[in-house]
């Protein structure tokens, strides 16, 4: 028994070194394992957040896009063409130097295009840069927006921003082209009848609150199909820094909190 012991220690030594080790392999394989599952969430998640950022990238450029074909085509059918108009008369004047009536009829004609001209001009002019704006105001230009709506469509708008204190211009510029999204799409697809609109600052955020008693719609359908209005509302909004809430169900109305960031 004696001369035993020190084989057995030995075998016990070895035994537990063996088993030491590993556990220590496993210990190195687990601590491996776990951090090639975390770079590969990382990675994951870096390459989401760049798909997102490229999607409100091409989302930013279709809007400009938008805006710029929009343009074209005003000035093309509608300044292009009272102004083609206009050359048709002037050149009748030559074919009829002499004939009054006929004169005084062109120019009757020739003031009147000129004046739906300039009317043309001014709206366009206007849609490019909301009057009074840079003037007067998010609040102000909001309101003109509003009241130029409620004359256009059958449609009642409830609009509280009283004591609204001075927006940067470029944030006022880009909410009041998301704010007209909004009641494009309440005239155009949400068949409302009434819409309630808030703008207010809390802790220096932008808040908009937005509510109409349309036919709502299924929100994860129309998010999934990629609906132009829900991306350019949501593209402008990033473009702030912004977060979008959107509550709606078919039949129910839609619901909207937008928070900017003033910072």
């Known amino acids: ?25 496993g210990v190195v394989g687990f601590i491996l394992l776990y951090q090639r599952r975390i770079i590969r969430q990382d990675l994951a998640f ?8 490229r999607e409100l990238y091409h989302g930013t450029l279709e809007a400009i896009e938008t805006e710029r074909k929009r343009l074209a085509r005003d000035l093309h059918d509608e300044v292009g063409a009272s102004l083609s108009a206009l050359r048709l008369l002037v050149g009748q004047i030559h074919l009829n130097p002499s004939e009054n009536n006929i004169i005084d009829n062109i120019s009757s004609k ?14 366009i002019s206007n849609d490019l840069l909301p009057q009074g704006l840079e003037e007067f105001g998010l609040a102000y230009s909001v309101e003109g927006l509003c009241e130029k709506t409620m004359e256009l469509a059958e449609i009642t708008i409830f609009l509280k ?39 207010k600052i809390d802790n220096n955020t932008l808040e908009i609150e937005y509510k109409d008693n349309g036919k ?29 809430k ?4 078919p039949n129910e109305g839609l619901k909207l909190d937008i928070s900017i960031p003033l910072t």
């Open 246 to 249: 959107f509550e709606t169900r």
């Open 46 to 53: 870096k390459e989401a957040e760049a798909k997102h950022q």
């Open 216 to 244: 709502g719609f299924d929100f994860a359908e129309a998010y999934q199909k990629r609906s132009l209005g829900l991306k350019n509302i949501e593209t402008r909004t990033k473009m702030l820094n912004g977060t979008t």
């Open 161 to 199: 921003a009283d004591n609204l204190p001075p927006v940067d211009n470029k944030i006022s510029l880009v909410v009041y082209r998301l704010i007209q999204e909004l009641l494009n799409n309440a005239v155009k697809h949400s068949e409302a009848e009434t819409v309630l609109l808030t703008l």
């Open 1 to 25: 028994m004696a001369q035993s012991s020190p084989v057995d220690l030995y075998i016990l030594l070895f035994g537990g070194t063996i088993a030491m080790m590993l556990l220590a392999s």
């Open 110 to 123: 020739s003031k009147i295009l000129i004046d739906n001209t300039i009317d043309n001009v001014r709206r």
